[in-house]
């Protein structure tokens, strides 16, 4: 009985990704949270030709959450002329930071090394967060097309983190943390995250003691963002985020639906007793 | 005297960075410049030693068979040909990328997708109302999870307007949740974990924590 309860699940589950995936059914993202909204806003104050590093410090596992808000992030950058760098400290999030870059970059016109530049993957982790303070060549010597960072026309007044006027940790583990510690705290650099939902919560009492100036939500917080940038209309394609959170509207009721007859089936057997 | 030397060398390197942290001093300076850069070079031996224990001990177990030898297999054919892949087109990568896009995200895609197929039948079976506290957590969760999804959004739309209640009071409600009574407990945890680092800390640089040199503190 047990195991028949099981698999009835699983198929709930399966149908409810693939019923709303097929039918392409979209809800309105509505209310914008605070923490996303703070962000968008700090980019808009942003003057034009301002820089904006972001992170990759995620992998695979959690793209759905993550990726959408790493390409609604850029065209933003890009939609304001802001200069963006970026690279990652995860090994896995190089190759997806590459490819939200290439993506957002083509459909926007934005030229590499002018408008954009990333460098790829460095190991060390704090160390070079720390080394970023010094001086950003000490640790990207070249970009991941193997351009010395020297050559780069964008990079030529870009030193360390005087010179960036925000850095985005796209998070799917402690990475936000450790920026707070050795850029925010040692060089006061201004940060953003944007997070996995598993670690949203934990972001909360760094924003409200001003240590980031917000943070992006995982997947609800992409949908809100290609909102508030208009993403549809800048890229000419509809949000991931925002597909997805339809699809996970319909799997979060069929999960409350399923908490509240465990619930009811609990209360009933106490009852019997 | 084995003991001794990287006891030594442990405490003046401890204490000297944390009286260098308060000293904004260009000499200060220096040596920061320089323990970050002996930082990262001590870091690219500590690869060469993770990835020299990681082949001997999946080695040994290929070679010993049993159960979990065919794991050990694949994980080192996995490590190998990765380098393997980047040692042959180290310009542009493409097997690199190739694997990475046709190996390594599906396979991490289709894992952690699983994960909601458990998570929502152990929701079924175990998120329930036994105790306060349990039910405390239980309100919490349905909460954040009304507030999160857009179809809440339309839902409440609707009755507000039919009804005259609030506008966006679903999402109000989590944003509230997450940003009071989960901030005050995160902090407190915060605040243990900050102290804790901190004895430590001072525990290693002292010599009085000695596990790091193995067999145990």
């Known amino acids: 009985m047990r195991a028949r309860i099981r698999w009835a699940i699983y198929l709930l589950v399966f149908l409810s990704v693939l019923i709303p995936m097929l039918t392409g059914i979209s809800f309105p993202v509505g209310r914008i949270s605070e923490s996303t909204q703070a962000v968008f806003d700090y980019i808009e104050s942003l003057p034009e030709g301002s820089v904006v590093a972001i992170s990759f410090d995620y992998g695979p596992s959690v793209i759905p959450d993550v990726q959408p808000i790493a ?3 850029i065209a933003h950058c890009f939609k304001r ?12 999030g190089e190759p997806l930071g590459r490819r939200a870059f290439e993506e957002v970059a083509e459909k926007m016109g934005k030229v590499y090394g002018e408008d954009y530049v990333y460098f790829g993957y460095r190991a ?7 080394q970023m303070g010094e001086d950003i060549r000490k640790v990207f010597e070249q970009d991941y097309r193997k351009t010395p960072t020297d050559r780069i026309p964008m990079m030529k007044h870009i030193r360390n ?8 940790d796209l998070a799917a583990g402690d990475s936000v943390e450790t920026w707070i510690v050795y850029a925010y705290t040692k060089f006061g650099q201004k940060l953003a995250a944007g997070v996995t939902g598993v670690i949203v919560s934990q972001m909360y009492p760094y924003i409200q003691a001003g240590q980031l100036v917000g943070v992006i939500p995982a997947m609800r917080g992409g949908a809100e963002y290609e909102e508030l940038i208009d993403y549809s209309k800048l890229l000419g394609e509809p949000g991931m ?10 799997v979060h009721l069929l999960l409350m639906i399923l908490i509240a007859i465990g619930n009811l089936e609990f209360v009933m057997m106490r009852r019997r007793r | 005297m084995r003991q001794r030397i990287p006891l030594i060398i442990c405490f003046i390197c401890g204490l000297t960075m944390a009286v260098q942290f308060f000293i904004p001093h260009q000499y200060s300076q220096a040596v920061y410049s320089e323990a970050v850069n002996w930082l990262r070079v001590i870091g690219v031996f500590g690869f060469v030693i993770g990835f020299g224990t990681l082949i001997n001990i999946h080695v040994r177990r290929v070679m010993r068979g049993g159960a979990n030898a065919p794991y050990s297999l694949v994980l080192l054919l996995g490590l190998f040909g990765t380098i393997i892949a980047w040692l042959i087109d180290r310009e542009k990568e493409r097997f690199f990328d190739w694997i990475f896009y046709n190996v390594q995200m599906p396979l991490d895609s289709t894992i952690f997708s699983l994960l909601a197929f458990f998570i929502v039948s152990a929701a079924y079976r175990a998120f329930r109302a036994r105790t306060l506290e349990a039910t405390l957590l239980l309100v919490a969760a349905v909460l954040v999870m009304i507030g999160n999804i857009p179809i809440t959004d ?3 739309g609707w009755l507000a307007e039919k009804l005259g209640l609030k506008e966006g009071l679903p999402g109000e409600v989590k944003d509230w949740i997450l940003a009071v009574p989960n901030m005050a407990s995160r902090r407190a945890i915060y605040l243990g974990v900050g102290l804790g680092g901190v004895a430590q800390s001072l525990k290693i640089i002292l010599g009085i924590e000695r596990a790091h040199f193995g067999g145990g503190g």
Do not use: C, E
């Open chain 1, 71 to 73: 390409k609604a992030l």
């Open chain 1, 81 to 92: 002329n802001l200069k963006v760098m970026g690279f990652a400290l995860w090994p896995t």
């Open chain 1, 124 to 130: 060390g982790y704090s160390t070079v967060m720390l």
């Open chain 1, 161 to 168: 983190y005087k010179d960036i006027d925000l850095l985005v």
């Open chain 1, 241 to 250: 985020a925002k597909t997805g959170m339809s699809i996970q509207s319909i």
């Open chain 2, 154 to 156: 339309v839902v409440w």
